[in-house]
Each structure stands twice: as structure tokens, then as C-alpha cells.
């Protein structure tokens, strides 16, 4: 048991549930059941579920012989009279061998290998009826039989028990119980505590356990009982004050019955009245507190009281319990209330930093101080982040609020998307459809109503105005399905008596439920004609109460729907005309920008032409320049070979006079002749040479210019 225990403190469901077994086992062993002789002691046994087959187990049923049943019979077939050896409200299970090939369904089990055509058991388990009287010949069954094979000469078992609760295995049978309610077996995990309180009366955690698995299945009345009851058994226990009074809030919730929170009150205030120790008990206050802040609204007059103790409240317990950040949270809310905004949200900001996952309320308060300031994307982030983890991304009151974030900053895309997500986890809610129809016509009507302007503005004027069309179209067509909805269930209840009950709540689940069945002052027995016909009218009340909440259409103001309805198609109408128009703008543009692309192409073509002419300019001026820098070196290099034909004479004629063939004076007459005749032939070819100006680069002569300076 203890290895169990730990094992389930870590998550190991599956091994936790082994070591129970297995500690149950042992003390079946330890401990066996006696036998029962009389069969009239038979009973249907206190723990029964498939879910824990630890404590019981099949027997056979000693000289029964054959039995038969066929699919939709109410009776079980005897071949012998079994009605001394089985009784009423007992579980059987018959077996017998058969050639099938159909599936098994609910209540038959199916052994064997092999496919169509082999032989394999069926074995079909049944509840004996718990009213009717048993025959010679046959055993009334509690529903009739869907085995759609016929069990011929069928052999016959019953349930017995196995493992009894004990004081051996009291905390055994309780931590077995806390871990199937865990797994999600709630019955098996119901009649394990109910199989405690058979044995242990007083045990006051069973007693609550069983409350609140009967508000996870929907039956509160069930669940107050059980408060109750383990309140008078244990009146010194605050929990199950504490506890009723946190499921009456809940009904208030659900139920929109405000009633309920002053037999809430009442039960937080008797837990400050058990002892003096509980006066300051903060979950007492804090409850208190919530309580007047939950009914503000709808306290009228003492609107302002009711602020003013609900904050007293928080403050109290702060006073005492400096550290409770769920009283800090309380604070913030009555501040946020009253508009102190920044106030609020300093303190949210404090109590989610140091609180972290363990109050995620206070993420969900400072992101809806974030959505009425208008920081939309700081509230979008604080409403994920507490989708994210502790829902996974599953919560359609949180997607609620993230797509309200979206549609308060005009991103309608994203608050329709948001939505689809919240209808997927909650199609039933037609609260959501009128949300999407809402934000789709108000989508349309923005789009509708835009004075679009610009180029970008207009390419998507068309696309735009008929996505338009489409969303003002579909949110009429969703107006009008909810509006017959709403009407065909106000019918429903006009014809079962006008939904009864009118605003009372169902007299079996308030603190005075228990009080109906008593007898009266005096111990004189009430008149059971006049009971009955007050019975009738409770169930009546209870039963119309029970109707009123399951419509879905409760919340649905028809008024205000036929109003939107009637708005939706006056848009619907004036569609056309705008679409119409929008078709024109958009013609018009492209009209525009047709024309604008002829002038930009003309203009264009006459830059390229301007541009090409001014390049063959350029080519021709560049193939002048080339010639005359040609024309050029062409004339120094005859200048250099004259130069160099002059310097080769003078040579020679210097070699000559060396060798004595001419006297002094020839020599030099000579010479200066032949030195005057070089340099007038330099001279005469170095004025045939133009180098031309700094300027003839970039500029070209008249044809002639040169020859003439020549």
C-alpha cells in the first residue's frame, strides 16, 4: 500500500494500480469472505465495476443446468427451477460455445482464435431484475438482451466477493478509490467510497469525495446530500461547509440563480462560527469576499456596499496572511472595479510573478485590465499563456476572451479564427455562433463603410467588398438559424406548461432537501395523498428547472436578434449597389493606369531614340579623335627618321676629315654648309609638323585648318 502510494505521488498510475491490487489480494487471502448459506442474503455487491475485478470474481451457480436466451428477450431460459438458488438483483454471466462470426457488443465477451467458422466462447453478462418475481423457468432480467447470438445450453455464473472492506483495508480501498477517480473510473472509484461508508459511517472524506464526484457527473442535489451528510457527521469539520458553499457558487454560476449564493454565505459564515479559530480563516473570507463580488451586479442599490465589504474581506485575510496571493488578487479586483486600473494592474503583474502557475487567475484579471486599456496584444499574450498551460489549448471561455482582444483592435481575421477554435471544443454553444455572426457582420459593415484610398487601397476593393458580401450574407444566414432555434424552443416549453419553475430553483438541492422526507412536529405521519401531490409538483419544478438549463438557447435575447436580423438585411441590400460601385472605381483605375502606361511607354521610347542619337555622336566624335592622334604619330615618326638620317651624314662626314683628304678651310666651309643644310632641313620639316592645340581633343577643325597653319 505504501509502494502504491508513492508510486501514485509520481504519476506511475498504471504501477500504483498493481500495487493495490496486489496488497488487496493478500488480505483477500488473509482475510477470506465467509460463505453465504442463505441465498436470500444474495445481493448485487457493493463493489462490482469491471474497474476493480480485485474484489470479486465468477463462481458457478451449484445445480443449475443449462440455460438459453435470445437477442431482445427480457428472461433467462432454465432448464431446472433456479429461483432458490439465484436472487433478485444478482450479476450472472452465462457461457456457452458457439460458430459466430459477429462482433462482440456491450455485455458479451468473445474467446477464442481463429476466424469465421471456428467454434469461441461467448460469455453475456446479466443483472437479475431487482422487482420482478423469479419462475420455476426463468430469471427477469434488469434490460433485455442485445447478444445477437442465440446462447443455447449455456452454462450459468455469478459475481461473488473476493476482497471485503475491512479495517485492514480501509486506507487501502480509499487510495484505490482516489486513484480511479484519477484514471477517470469514476463509478468504480463511486462505489469504492460508498463500499467505505458501508463499513466506516463516519468516514467524512468519503463523504465528500462522493459529493464531488457526483457534481463531475452533473447530479449537484446527489452531491449537497452528500455534503450534508458528512457535515453531520463530522460538525466540528469546516471542509464540508466549505465545500457546499463552493458548490452552491457553482450552481449560481451555472443555473444563473443568484439565490444560491446567500445559502453559500450562510455556509462560510457558519464555518466562522464553529470556533473562534475560524474567524480568521482565509478560505472562509476569501470565499465571502467572492461572493459579494460575484453578485455586484446584481445587488442593485448596494452596489457600493457590497464593493466595500468584498474588499474588506481580501484585505482581512491579507492583514493575517501577508503572503496569499489569492487575497491580493481579491484586492485588485475590487480596484480594477472601481477604475483604478494602473493600480490593478501592478498588482496583478506582482501576484502572477510570484504565484506563477499555481494562480493563473491573476494572468486572466491583468490581461482583461490589458483588453479595456486597449493593449490588446499584451492582453492576447497573458490570455495564451494560460490557454497554453494549465488547458493545453482547449478552453472555450479563454479563446472567448482572446478573440474579444482581437475584435476590440479590428483584427477581425484573427478574432474569427480564435472562434473557430473556440466552436470546435464547444459546437453546442449557441452563445459562440452568435459571436462569430457578430464579428462577421461587423467585419463586413468596416469593410463596407471604408473610404479607401490610394493604389494599394484599391487593387483589393473589388476582393474586398465581395468577401464582404460573403460575411454579412453568412452572418444573417447564422441570425437566422439561432432566432429559430430560440423560437422553436420557446414553443417547446409553451407546450409542456410554460417551462415551470418560473425563476424558484429545484427544492432538492438547497440545505433544506433532507427536511421532505422527515416526519412532521409532533412525529404525527403526514397524509400521503397530499405528499404525493407535492412530490409531483417538486418533481415537476425540478424537472422543468432541469429542461430550462440544458436549452441551449437560454442565453439568447430573441428581441435583440430580430433587430440584428432585420439591420443584417438592409446591409444585405445595399450590397449590390456598393459592389457595383466599387467595380466602377476599379474600372476607372484601370483606365487610368492603361493610359498612364501608354504616356510612360511613349515617353520612354522617345528617351531611348534621344539616347541612341547621342551615342553614335559620341562614336563619331571618338573614330576623329582616333584619326587625327594617328595622323599625328604618323608625322613625328618622319620627323624622328629625318633626324636620325641628318645625325648618320654628320658622322660620316666627321670620319673623312680625320683622314686628311681635305684641307682645314674646305673642311670647314663644308661643314657649316653641310651643317646650315641639316638644320634647314630640321627646321623646314619641324615646321611642317601641327601638334596641334590643348583644345583640338574635344574639339573638331574645319576641314583645312591644319594645311593652312602648315
Not at 130 to 152: Q, Y
Not at 206 to 233: E, N, T, W
Not at 242 to 248: E, I, N, S, V
Request: glycine share 8%.
Amino acid at each position: 500500500t505504501n509502494l502504491g502510494a508513492l508510486q501514485q505521488a509520481l504519476g506511475k498510475t498504471a504501477e500504483a494500480r498493481e500495487s493495490y491490487f496486489d496488497a488487496l489480494a493478500l488480505a483477500g487471502k488473509k482475510h477470506p469472505p465467509a460463505p453465504i448459506t442463505d441465498v436470500k442474503g444474495r445481493t448485487r455487491l457493493p463493489v462490482s465495476e469491471p474497474a476493480n475485478s480485485v474484489f470479486w470474481a465468477w463462481e458457478p451457480v451449484e445445480g443449475a443446468g443449462p440455460v438459453s436466451i435470445k437477442y431482445g428477450a427480457t428472461n433467462l431460459s432454465t432448464s431446472t427451477d433456479l429461483s432458490n438458488l439465484v436472487n433478485k438483483g444478482e450479476q450472472l454471466r452465462v457461457t456457452t460455445t458457439t460458430t459466430t462470426t459477429a462482433p462482440a457488443v456491450d455485455g458479451m465477451d468473445v474467446e477464442g482464435e481463429g476466424e469465421g467458422g471456428t467454434e469461441q466462447a461467448v460469455k453475456l453478462r446479466l443483472d437479475v431484475h431487482s422487482d420482478a418475481p423469479l419462475t420455476a423457468t426463468s430469471i427477469p432480467l434488469k434490460s433485455r438482451c442485445l447478444c445477437p447470438i442465440a446462447v443455447v445450453d449455456g452454462t450459468i455464473e455469478r459475481k461473488v466477493t473476493k476482497v471485503r472492506v475491512i479495517e485492514e483495508t480501509k486506507t487501502t480501498v480509499f487510495n484505490l478509490a482516489i486513484l480511479q477517480e484519477e484514471l477517470g473510473e469514476w463509478y468504480a472509484a463511486l462505489e469504492l467510497f460508498k463500499a467505505l461508508l458501508v463499513k466506516f459511517p463516519s468516514h467524512t472524506d468519503a463523504y465528500l469525495r462522493i459529493g464531488s464526484l457526483y457534481k463531475r457527473l452533473g447530479s449537484h442535489r446527489k452531491g449537497l446530500d452528500y455534503c450534508q451528510r458528512a457535515h453531520k457527521a463530522s460538525p466540528g469539520d469546516p471542509t464540508p461547509l466549505a465545500m457546499t458553499g463552493a458548490m452552491q457558487i457553482s450552481l449560481a454560476e451555472e443555473r444563473n440563480e443568484p439565490q444560491r449564493l446567500e445559502i453559500a454565505k450562510s455556509a462560510f459564515e457558519k464555518i466562522q462560527k464553529i470556533d473562534k479559530k475560524y474567524i480568521s480563516d482565509p478560505f472562509a473570507n476569501l470565499s465571502i469576499g467572492n461572493l459579494y463580488y460575484t453578485n455586484l451586479h446584481q445587488s442593485g442599490e448596494q452596489y457600493s456596499r457590497h464593493l466595500k465589504w468584498s474588499n474588506d474581506y481580501f484585505r482581512h485575510v491579507l492583514t493575517s496572511h501577508k503572503a496569499n496571493g489569492f487575497a491580493a488578487n481579491g484586492v485588485a479586483m475590487t480596484l480594477a472595479e472601481e477604475g483604478h486600473l494602473e493600480q490593478a494592474k501592478d498588482i496583478f503583474g506582482r501576484v502572477k510573478t510570484a504565484a506563477g502557475d499555481i494562480l493563473p487567475d491573476a494572468a486572466v484579471n491583468l490581461a482583461h485590465c490589458h483588453t479595456i486599456d486597449k493593449e490588446c496584444l499584451q492582453a492576447v499574450k497573458n490570455y495564451t499563456s494560460v490557454l497554453k498551460k494549465k488547458h493545453h489549448g482547449h478552453d472555450s471561455e479563454l479563446l472567448l476572451f482572446i478573440a474579444h482582444a482581437h475584435f476590440r483592435d479590428k483584427r477581425h481575421k484573427e478574432a474569427l479564427r480564435t472562434l473557430s477554435r473556440a466552436i470546435r471544443i464547444a459546437p453546442h454553444d449557441l452563445v459562440l455562433w452568435q459571436d462569430i455572426a457578430c464579428v462577421q457582420y461587423d467585419y463586413a459593415v468596416t469593410i463596407l463603410n471604408s473610404d479607401l484610398q490610394g493604389v494599394t487601397a484599391l487593387e483589393s476593393l473589388v476582393t474586398d467588398m465581395e468577401a464582404a458580401k460573403d460575411y454579412v450574407e453568412t452572418a444573417l444566414a447564422l441570425f437566422r438559424w439561432i432566432l429559430e432555434r430560440k423560437q422553436a424552443s420557446v414553443a417547446k416549453a409553451a407546450a409542456s406548461g410554460g417551462g415551470g419553475g418560473g425563476g424558484e430553483g429545484d427544492a432538492m438541492d438547497t440545505d433544506e432537501a433532507p427536511a421532505a422526507t422527515t416526519a412532521g412536529a409532533g412525529g404525527e405521519p403526514a397524509k400521503p395523498a397530499a405528499d404525493k401531490g407535492k412530490a409531483k409538483i417538486k418533481d415537476g419544478k425540478a424537472k422543468a428547472k432541469e429542461e430550462e438549463l440544458k436549452d441551449p438557447t437560454r442565453e439568447i435575447d430573441e428581441k435583440k436578434i430580430a433587430e440584428v436580423i432585420a439591420v443584417c438585411e438592409k446591409v444585405v441590400e445595399g450590397v449590390p449597389e456598393r459592389l457595383e460601385s466599387a467595380r466602377r472605381r476599379k474600372e476607372e483605375m484601370d483606365r487610368v493606369r492603361d493610359e498612364q502606361k501608354r504616356q510612360m511607354a511613349e515617353i520612354l521610347a522617345k528617351q531611348r531614340e534621344e539616347a541612341a542619337k547621342k551615342r553614335e555622336e559620341e562614336e563619331k566624335r571618338k573614330l576623329e579623335r582616333e584619326e587625327r592622334a594617328k595622323a599625328k604619330m604618323d608625322q613625328l615618326q618622319s620627323v624622328r627618321e629625318s633626324l636620325a638620317i641628318s645625325a648618320n651624314t654628320e658622322t660620316k662626314a666627321k670620319r673623312k676629315g680625320k683622314k686628311g683628304e681635305f684641307d682645314e678651310d674646305d673642311e670647314m666651309g663644308g661643314a657649316e654648309d653641310g651643317e646650315g643644310a641639316a638644320n634647314a632641313n630640321a627646321n623646314g620639316d619641324a615646321a611642317a609638323i601641327d601638334f596641334g592645340s590643348d583644345s583640338e581633343d574635344d574639339e573638331v577643325e574645319e576641314p583645312g585648318a591644319n594645311d593652312g597653319g602648315a
